[in-house]
């Protein structure tokens, strides 16, 4: 059932909402009003064509994965049904009083990677829905569903800006608390922020994520130190081909390499199939 929302000056002006198709910035107007008084809804992309974007010709799972690209929203699922969550939601939004309760589990209750259900969550990770919607104020430039940055966060239970988009879109929860400190360090704005979670999405595809269920898919930390939404696709080296660098490294296959601690993006730490002590790539 549509509900009546608010709809802020900021809206037209934020820069990256910008960069997506001007059908996905309206899909994502029609996304809060088909959304729960927390934001959520089913993810059905056809049945939200017929309601959003009867008379367009467009694909609308493309779209919704436009925006959770950019963080402004989560494609999740929970017992094989698939849902999405409006990310600052309750910020921008009043709901009537009377507005029915929830009835569909938030990420951070029961997460399940959109792409990949490859590692269990080693906590919650949730979406904030406990302050006022400062909504009916309608400040111009409050609409902002990536937050501005702030150098010293605080920590009173609430995660740094940010976090929860990057959190319940990287497929593998382990060691939150090391990937928050990690996060506070970083301190992204939100073209930044945009990018990491691009190079999610990228990543989400490679064959090294794939493999054995996500065996091989690193800790949050580790690829956040490791700034891999850098990392250049194709070939990384012009003298090295993406199939030959595990050789260079002394090991006799790509799987025994990885199985080592050696990857594509780290190989010159190796010889001889064993880590060179001392040398950093």
Not at 32 to 41: E, N, S, V
Not at 142 to 170: C, I, M, Q, V
Request: glycine content about 6%; overall charge neutral.
């Amino acid at each position: 059932m549509a509900r009546s929302r608010n709809l802020k000056p900021g809206f037209f002006t934020n820069e990256i909402l910008a960069e997506i198709d001007p059908l996905g910035r309206l899909l994502f107007q029609g996304l809060w009003c088909l959304a729960d008084r927390k934001g959520r809804l089913e993810d059905r992309p056809k049945r939200l064509k017929a309601e959003i974007l009867p008379y367009d010709a467009c694909d609308v799972d493309e779209l919704l994965n436009a925006l959770a690209n950019r963080g402004f929203i989560v494609r999740y699922s929970v017992g094989g049904q698939r849902f999405i969550q409006v990310l600052n939601f309750a910020k921008h939004q009043n709901p009537h009083v009377k507005e029915a309760p929830s009835s569909i589990p938030a990420p951070d209750e029961h997460h399940t990677s959109p792409v990949l259900d490859r590692c269990k969550p080693d906590a919650n990770t949730g979406i904030s829905g406990t302050s006022p919607a400062d909504s009916l104020l309608l400040i111009p430039d409050s609409f902002n569903p990536l937050p501005k940055p702030h150098r010293s966060p605080a920590r009173t239970g609430s995660l740094p800006d940010g976090f929860e988009a990057f959190w319940s879109t990287y497929p593998c929860k382990k060691a939150k608390t090391k990937a928050v400190k990690v996060w506070e360090s970083l301190n992204p704005d939100a073209q930044l922020l945009a990018a990491i979670l691009t190079g999610i999405e990228r990543d989400k595809q490679s064959d090294q994520w794939q493999r054995d269920d996500g065996r091989f898919i690193p800790h949050p930390v580790t690829w956040l130190n490791g700034r891999r939404w850098e990392d250049e696709t194709g070939n990384a080296n012009a003298s090295t081909s993406p199939s030959a660098w595990w050789e260079l490294s002394g090991f006799s296959s790509e799987a025994e390499a990885i199985d080592a601690g050696c990857q594509q993006w780290n190989w010159r730490e190796f010889s001889a199939g064993k880590r060179i002590e001392g040398v950093t790539a």
